[in-house]
């Protein structure tokens, strides 16, 4: 069956890096487009960060744009989350998406706090 695990959250400080990962199994991973989204506390789900099966094209949500990396490793069957220059109001769980079949994983941590 479909299957996304995230990987990789955990306690940062502010200004510090961190990078997360999404495995996928049970589908053809370099078909699916692929998504990472995060809730905080209190807050809806936001957009994070879009790329698209060959990578060739990645967007952004404006509140990571220029410090957030999205990339993935079709050999790998990952998405991944590179993090930079980590702001207190980023610390939310982290969600990957399979974007064609509306499939989500359980979510990771990420907690940025001196």
């Known amino acids: 069956q479909v299957q996304l695990v995230e990987s990789g959250g955990g306690l940062v400080q502010p200004g510090g890096s961190l990078r997360i990962s999404c495995r996928g199994s049970?589908?053809?991973?370099?078909?699916?487009?692929m998504r990472w989204y995060r809730q905080a506390p209190g807050k809806q789900r936001e957009f994070v960060a879009d790329?698209?099966?060959?990578?060739?094209?990645?967007y952004y949500g404006d509140s990571v744009r220029g410090r957030f990396t999205i990339s993935r490793d079709n050999a790998k069957n990952t998405v991944y989350l590179q993090m930079n220059n980590l702001k207190p109001e980023d610390t939310a769980v982290y969600y990957c998406?399979?974007?064609?079949?509306?499939?989500w994983g359980q979510g990771t941590q990420v907690t940025v706090s001196s």
């Open positions: 998406q399979h974007v064609q079949l509306n499939y």
């Open positions: 049970g589908f053809p991973f370099g078909s699916a487009a």
């Open positions: 790329i698209k099966e060959d990578s060739g094209r990645m």
